[in-house]
């Protein structure tokens, strides 16, 4: 996909320097004087069709108008979907199994049942050749056509183990008869090129786009009925984004030109040209594509939902919303509307390593379903995949309540990436506050200090340390209140031979000092050290060590922060710079020494995320072999700290003036239950028994099952440079010594841009000679310091 395509925002890095201390306190101030609030003028729009607020009307209210009934659909044993096209009363899906091997079914809509699809073309293939899907399309008598990428693999071969068949095309009727058959190997060289893209117009014109091996860009060529190539498309294309065929047969492309702008267009076949048309409101980034049958053109796709093209109006805007859909949209690749209306599309679940492609289909809802339904609103800048699915699976089982979401990123645009921020203060500044809010790159002490959340701590004593890391929960306490709340995280810490830094965790700045000027000679403290990595590691990325977030207080002026600064500036300011003019031997030197840096002690301490068991004790393998290593963390201010740092993947407030105090609580408490934390993993579950299974995994050898179905055991291996080393699988120890750490870990990581740019700025004149490393101290010293104040 295009680098435009996919681009998410740099999801407001500077978001603390835009919500100044006068906003933050007129928001407080409208939420309890109890005002009104005009909710059609603004981000929380009013509720048209369902979804009622009782009382105060000064909450955000959430519109239900893009609101659909999703199901999902069992369609097979596919891993992956990557094609699908409706045939009648059936659903042709093609994709990958687990195995990897290529896979079709037929879905029948009026039985729910699903059945393997046999085609004509692959079974004629020998069990030598392998084969897959390089494109898959409807002509112009919708009949499914299937492009095949034909090869033979000879591991016995070495030298010509791998053999080019090239591509063949495939044309079916509606029921499966094989009607055509094409040779594409003139067409395509897949020695020199490759397709991204191949669809067909009403006249029965193949259209691709095209790549070269060797050309920068792309190019749009036309083929005809025969597939002989009748002209290339006059347009300098950058990216050629989507192309899909409109029910008038006509072929819609979506690209990126010469200055990576998004262009939109029609293909004029005739004059071998792109008939362009402006489309005002298009979000801000989409993944897909597809053509309406009713209401409009077009649609675009992206996380959040799916917005609809009138193309005669030239305008955009929303019609479907997936999280108030019950659904999570974060990887639609394929979406169909029907001719009743209904839409099917096809999501990929990364949220959880066992699943994969998902099938749904989406009615639209009655407005009598919502009609009595209470709302709980829930503000955010960011929808993260395990929160709108907790939100799905709350609304599906909830008859009174109903979640609604405000997702403010959908405000952002490609020239204002801080729109949906800048709607988020205006709503804010009118006493627009949702029952919850999700904290993710807010200034959470800001807020805390204004008394807009409401005190959580009652609600986590209830919860059993037997049963939960309740330090988690404890570690973001703020002012001796915990106002949010996290319920998965991952673990940042720093650990290293326990040989040269013994074996206790938690060191103080000054011990952590003692560390580094004591390494052994050609040793360095971090891989690859230069100044500005010093800099961000050491100081401005490590602000639990010089700032004490709850007494707004900080000690940037002390001897062993001025240390700090004086080693950073020992390091050179290019670490790279040596490297510049280094032969292909040495780079792969290089490489090699790189998988023994910490056994042959060349560097002192490994950067660890602890969000996966086995990831970690694999890596630790992997670069310490089966030396003893203590995870010894950062630097801490806090006595009873072991240096490790909790990264909650999303963190969640509550409005302290919020109707729906309880029912909120209610839904946090769903997500520290069974379902939902063993669904996880890309992260460390909060709940110790879904911790306990998830580690568990750890002691358990992988395993796959061959042609003859006997399951086959994988050693555990690891790999250093080159080579693939096998170790012995990790034990309940090691299992134990990670659970324990975890249960010390007593802070969460702290970071704040403005402090961050302020060390920075500071630190940079010292590097360049304008003044001392004591002056520098001092001066960050005094702007952190007056900075906190004004947070207080």
């Avoid at 034909?150 to 094989?178: C, H, I, P, R, V």
């Avoid at 029912?663 to 379902?675: C, G, I």
């Amino acid at each position: 996909m295009g680098a435009k395509l996919m681009k998410k925002s740099k999801f407001y890095q500077k978001t603390a320097a835009f919500l100044a201390a006068l906003l933050m306190l007129s928001a407080f101030t409208a939420c309890n004087q109890g005002g009104g609030g005009d909710t059609s003028s603004n981000g929380g729009k009013s509720n048209s069709n369902g979804g009622k607020k009782s009382g105060k009307t000064n909450s955000l209210d959430i519109s239900f108008d893009h609101s659909y009934a999703s199901e999902k659909l069992s369609v097979g044993e596919m891993r992956n979907i990557n094609q699908m096209f409706p045939m009648g009363d059936n659903l042709l899906l093609s994709g990958f199994d687990d195995k990897g091997q290529t896979v079709m079914y037929l879905y029948n809509f009026k039985d729910d049942t699903s059945s393997p699809a046999e085609l004509a073309y692959p079974s004629t293939l020998d069990d030598k050749t392998d084969y897959y899907v390089a494109a898959s399309f409807t002509d112009a008598e919708n009949n499914p056509v299937f492009i095949y990428h034909a090869y033979t693999w000879d591991d016995e071969n070495e030298e010509d183990s791998f053999k080019e068949l090239g591509f063949t095309m495939e044309t079916y009727d509606q029921n499966l008869n094989l009607i055509d058959t094409k040779d594409l190997n003139n067409v395509f060289n897949p020695d020199e090129e490759y397709f991204q893209n191949i669809t067909a117009d009403k006249n029965g014109n193949y259209i691709a786009v095209v790549s070269s091996y060797t050309e920068e860009g792309q190019k749009v060529c036309i083929y005809d009925k025969d597939f002989n190539k009748t002209g290339e498309i006059e347009a300098s294309f950058q990216y050629v984004e989507q192309m899909c065929v409109n029910p008038d047969g006509k072929v819609i492309i979506i690209y990126e030109d010469d200055n990576w702008d998004s262009q939109y267009g029609i293909i004029n076949i005739e004059n071998k040209s792109i008939d362009k048309f402006e489309i005002e409101g298009t979000p801000q980034w989409f993944n897909t594509c597809f053509v309406g049958k009713k209401d409009y053109d077009l649609y675009l796709c992206n996380s959040t939902g799916a917005y609809g093209v009138n193309l005669e109006k030239g305008i955009c805007e929303e019609a479907i919303n997936w999280v108030n859909s019950d659904f999570m949209g974060d990887f639609v690749n394929n979406v169909i509307q029907l001719d009743d209306g209904r839409f099917v599309l096809v999501n990929y679940d990364y949220t959880n390593s066992d699943t994969g492609s998902e099938v749904w289909i989406l009615n639209e809802r009655d407005p009598e379903e919502l009609k009595n339904v209470k709302l709980i609103s829930l503000a955010t800048l960011y929808m993260s995949s395990d929160l709108g699915k907790a939100v799905n699976q709350f609304n599906r089982t909830n008859s009174e309540y109903r979640i609604g979401i405000l997702d403010y990123e959908k405000y952002n645009t490609e020239d204002d990436y801080q729109a949906g921020l800048t709607q988020f203060e205006n709503d804010m500044t009118s006493g627009l506050v949702a029952d919850i809010i999700s904290m993710n790159s807010l200034p959470y002490e800001r807020y805390a200090n204004k008394g807009l959340f409401l005190d959580l701590t009652d609600y986590v004593n209830e919860l059993n340390s037997d049963e939960y890391f309740t330090n988690f929960f404890k570690s973001m306490s703020y002012g001796g209140k915990i106002q949010k709340l996290g319920f998965s995280f991952n673990i940042q810490t720093l650990e290293a031979k326990s040989e040269h830094v013994g074996t206790e965790s938690g060191v103080s700045l000054e011990r952590f000092m003692e560390i580094l000027k004591n390494m052994p000679e050609g040793m360095e403290a971090f891989r690859d050290m230069s100044r500005e990595v010093a800099l961000s590691t050491l100081l401005a990325g490590n602000l639990n060590s010089f700032i004490d977030v709850s007494a707004g207080t900080c000690n940037f002026n002390t001897p062993t922060f001025v240390e700090l600064l004086e080693l950073c500036k020992a390091y050179p300011e290019d670490a790279d710079a040596s490297k510049e003019n280094w032969t292909d031997e040495e780079w792969n030197k290089y490489w090699e020494e790189e998988g023994f840096q910490y056994i042959n002690n060349k560097t002192l301490f490994r950067q660890a995320y602890l969000s996966n068991v086995k990831s970690e004790l694999q890596e630790r393998m992997t670069y310490f072999d089966k030396a003893d290593v203590t995870l010894i963390g950062y630097p801490t201010l806090k006595e009873d700290s072991n240096g490790g740092r909790f990264n909650p993947d999303f963190t969640l407030a509550i409005s302290a003036n919020s109707e729906n105090k309880d029912q909120a609580w209610s839904f946090f408490k769903s997500m520290l239950e069974e379902d939902f934390q063993e669904s996880l993993s890309w992260s460390c579950p909060v709940r110790k028994e879904a911790f306990d299974k998830m580690a568990a995994k750890a002691l358990e050898p992988d395993t796959y099952t061959d042609q003859d179905g006997t399951e086959v055991v994988v050693p555990f291996t690891v790999y250093r440079g080159m080579e693939e080393v096998e170790m012995p699988l990790p034990t309940q120890e090691d299992i134990d010594k990670i659970k324990s750490y975890i249960e010390g870990v007593t802070e969460t990581n702290y970071y704040d841009e403005q402090i961050y740019n302020i060390i920075d700025e500071e630190a940079q004149k010292f590097f360049a000679g304008d003044q001392t490393a004591q002056a520098a101290a001092d001066m960050i010293q005094s702007r952190a310091s007056l900075y906190l104040s004004e947070q207080n």
